[in-house]
């Protein structure tokens, strides 16, 4: 089956604007997963949307937001960017699978604010 | 409160060695699951092994085993015949039911195969 997508791979941006990141999760996949990683602080859970509602947010400011669509396709937005928000942002599609639980990860947007 | 620890912030190991990353991991949910991740320098999550807490025997993949201690709550990796391709930092992660979709990583432990 085909993996997670994420779009852009890179992107640069300027302090002060906004960004917008896109995930496909895995065919059949409902949930889908954001999670923040820098060298300093790991990797951080962002928040987690299933069936285009969100059912788990991780501590980060409301600048940070996300939406699920029907397709099950999610959008993250930062906006007001700041200099700190420059990391790698990963997508993480999860579901069922012959009775087992699995979660696969997109290859990351690597988001620099400049 | 949940919390996963790896000790070990970084490792080496002999080619064709098998190594073992330590993974301890906090819950006082009876239902969970545990993973290990790798990640190469490209940046992108390698899902390696899974092992569910009511899983009665350790979880095998190819060259990967968990060895699951449950009463320690331990899940330590162990990866057997190294290849310089398993260089990569690795992360062990926990999922509770009550979480929804909420996985829980640990710190992660850099590898270095050595020729």
């Known amino acids: 089956k085909a993996g997670v997508t994420q779009t852009p791979r890179y992107l640069i941006k300027t302090r002060g604007q906004q960004v917008t990141l896109s995930c496909s999760p895995i065919s059949g996949h409902r949930s889908v997963s954001w999670y923040q990683q820098t060298p300093g602080q790991g990797l951080q859970f962002l928040f987690e949307?299933?069936?285009?509602?969100?059912?788990n947010k991780g501590n980060f400011p409301g600048r940070f937001s996300g939406r699920q669509f029907s397709n099950s396709r999610s959008e993250m937005n930062v906006s007001t960017l700041e200099l700190g928000d420059s990391a790698l942002y990963l997508c993480?599609?999860?579901?069922?699978?012959?009775?087992?639980?699995?979660?696969?990860f997109g290859p990351g947007t690597r988001l620099t604010v400049t | 409160a949940q919390k996963i620890t790896q000790t070990q912030p970084g490792m080496f190991v002999q080619e064709k060695e098998a190594v073992t990353l330590d993974c301890t991991y906090d819950t006082s949910d009876p239902s969970y699951g545990l993973f290990w991740y790798k990640q190469p320098s490209s940046g992108e999550m390698i899902f390696l092994i899974y092992?569910?807490?009511?899983?009665?025997q350790n979880a095998t993949e190819g060259r990967y085993s968990l060895n699951f201690q449950k009463a320690r709550k331990s899940a330590n990796l162990v990866i057997s015949a190294s290849q310089l391709g398993d260089s990569a930092m690795y992360f062990c992660?926990?999922?509770?039911?009550?979480?929804?979709?909420?996985?829980?990583f640990g710190p992660g432990t850099s590898l270095s195969v050595i020729p």
């Open positions: 092992q569910g807490s009511y899983d009665q």
């Open positions: 993480a599609s999860s579901g069922w699978d012959r009775g087992s639980w699995e979660q696969y």
């Open positions: 949307y299933f069936s285009e509602t969100q059912r």
């Open positions: 992660a926990m999922r509770v039911k009550t979480s929804y979709d909420k996985v829980i």
